[in-house]
């Protein structure tokens, strides 16, 4: 059943930022690196890929490092894994020059880099492009895969979908792929692994992200033993485009939001932010937008497609003019003027996204996992890092240094190992399970299944959740498990390209993730940053720990951390949190 078995000293199991940079890395110090994704590297479904504005960097003074980690505490409501903020963001500087030594085109002025202030900085710290008509993400898509492109000692295998971590004797020793070429079982063996997988974004039904981040490297490195954590926060994106239909999903609103200072209104023409946020008001932070948002909307206050209008007409005409002209060639744009909208007179509609989350693998300042030889990086390589809300800005600095130390610490390790032993047995059975819903005559289909899903968490997992609402959804979660998982039928039998197959397998996944978030957020009993629960609204002192999520057979076990503060000390007031 097995087609092939590769060997490499490092293996690194997702192609966006966090591992081209770990794999780059690896390689330069020599050892044998395999980089493998689940699409082609590139040109996938990365997050990377779709960036906007802002990274951030503490470059100049009276900006520091000090004050970069103590805005990055305050906005994850003192929940952060501090020593993991500190050791990262003080990598963020040189990774900004790394950036533009690979052909990063960053705005520059007066020999420095331009910087933009962007809710919850403290100072101007977040790069922009060096023609502001235009978002990063196409940068980063332009300079990124070169750095593995060209390496001898990396080898880039695009469409092969890792669904399974092997393991022998508590060490990771490599893992189990498909190849969606033409639907082959590869094993990998690796003396060391590295997971860049993302987020899962896809359980929900609006989303920022591509559909393909389903949570794999999640549903793997639980099923595997590690210890998950953080997986009750996941960030809503404020600013995503609802109406008109032909910019569905687009985030571009929210470079117009802190560029032009736009101004949120609900359907009965009030400016609600600052009921909610007196001082803040229209600048507060992502989380603050969102949560307001979805206050609207649940209260009958939200415009016609479910969302809140923003708003430039407060601005000067020939202020926006101004604007429009510098924006003449950016895609978001020509598509509002096409729709016939002007956003001189017209507001724009747009509501909460699922954008990005907080859980994944417990893991230390080098990115170890408890799991011998299985390193996490990103979104993936949670560690509490992020706490309970992360600043715009912070996700790729945060990738790119658990990148580099990833991969040095790897190929450190990797230059004196030798290459591990593989279970062939376990590979084989974990090949079993996978073809079954490919050999199932009859049955339900993933796609189905997947919808069912996305509305379940869409329901109960974004903002207000309670125990009823989260004991029922876990009810139904565990339903779908017991009835459905077990029935999926792929009805596609192709050898090539069967991305119905590809979805059942991103299933079970899904299933794990969702089922860990749901638990997670029922056992926290307070209100902090983006978990947010209506029957414990106020944020509690004594849960400022972190809660750890094991497998233990076919159940989870929890247990918590506490949160230590070498740097920053939390605001008692109001259990340790600010708004």
């Known amino acids: 059943m097995i087609s092939e078995t590769l060997e490499t000293d ?3 199991i997702g192609g966006g930022i966090a591992g081209i940079r770990a794999a780059a890395e690896a390689a330069n110090s020599g050892v044998t690196v395999m980089l493998t994704n689940k699409g082609h590297v590139g040109r996938d479904g990365a997050a990377v890929w779709m960036a906007g504005m802002g990274y951030q960097a503490a470059l100049y003074p009276p900006d520091s490092l000090e004050v970069h980690v103590e805005d990055t505490v305050k906005g994850g409501k003192y929940l952060n894994n501090q020593k993991l903020v500190h050791d990262f963001l003080k990598l963020a500087p040189d990774s900004v020059n790394d950036l533009a030594k690979w052909g990063m085109r960053f705005g520059r002025k007066d020999g420095k880099f331009v910087q933009v202030q962007l809710p919850g900085e403290t100072y101007p710290r977040s790069m922009c492009h060096t023609f502001s008509s235009q978002s990063l993400g196409g940068e980063y898509r332009k300079v990124l895969p070169r750095q593995v492109m060209n390496k001898k000692n990396i080898r880039v295998m695009n469409d092969l979908f890792i669904i399974d971590l092997l393991t022998c004797d508590d060490r990771v ?31 929900f039904d609006f989303s920022t992200a591509n559909p393909t981040l389903t949570g794999d490297g999640q549903g793997m490195a639980f099923r595997a033993g590690v210890r998950m954590v953080g997986m009750e926060f996941i960030q809503f994106f404020p600013a995503a485009a609802i109406w008109p239909r032909i910019v569905y999903r687009d985030h571009f609103p929210y470079t117009l939001l802190w560029r032009l200072r736009g101004i949120f209104y609900n359907s009965i023409g009030e400016r609600f932010m600052e009921r909610y946020y007196p001082v803040e008001k229209d600048f507060a932070t992502r989380e603050a937008m969102s949560r307001a948002i979805y206050r609207e909307v649940k209260e009958g206050r939200g415009s016609p497609h479910g969302g809140a209008y923003v708003s430039f007409r407060h601005l000067p005409r020939n202020l926006i003019n101004t604007f429009l002209e510098e924006m003449k060639d950016n895609p978001f744009m020509k598509a509002l003027q096409e729709a016939g909208v002007d956003i001189r007179e017209d507001a724009i509609e747009i509501g909460p996204a699922a954008h990005y989350v907080h859980g994944g693998c417990w893991i230390n300042e080098r990115c170890e ?11 993936v390589g949670a560690g509490g890092k992020d706490g309970a809300d992360r600043l715009a800005g912070n996700a790729l600095p945060f990738c790119m240094a658990m990148g580099y130390i990833a991969g040095k610490e790897v190929a450190r390790e990797a230059a004196n190992d030798a290459v591990p032993e593989i279970d062939m047995q376990q590979a084989e059975e ?10 199932r005559k009859n049955g339900i289909t993933a796609f189905d299944m997947k919808k069912k899903l996305q509305r379940l968490m869409s329901d109960a997992m974004i903002f207000d959740r309670n125990k009823k609402d989260l004991e029922q959804a876990l009810s139904e979660l565990t339903r779908m498990r017991n009835e459905e998982y077990g029935n999926l039928a792929v009805s596609n039998k192709s050898k090539t390209f069967n991305l119905e197959w590809m979805e059942a397998l991103e299933a079970r996944n899904m299933l794990d993730a969702a089922e860990m978030s749901m638990r997670a957020a029922l056992m926290r009993e307070e209100s902090r940053g983006l978990h947010q629960r209506s029957d414990f609204p106020e944020p509690k002192s004594e849960w400022l720990k972190h809660i750890l999520i094991t497998k233990n057979g076919d159940h989870m076990d929890f247990t918590t951390e506490p949160v230590s503060f070498p740097y920053v000390k939390p605001n008692q007031e109001k259990g340790g949190t600010t708004k």
């Open 369 to 379: 996992t408890n799991l011998k030889g299985l390193y996490a990086i990103g979104e």
């Open 10 to 12: 490092v293996l690194v």
């Open 430 to 439: 974990l090949c079993q399970e996978a073809q079954k819903p490919l050999n």
């Open 173 to 203: 020793v490599g893992a189990l792929g498909v190849d969606l070429r033409n639907s082959l079982f590869r094993v990998v063996k690796a003396k060391y692994t590295i997971l860049a997988t993302g987020g899962y974004m896809a359980l």
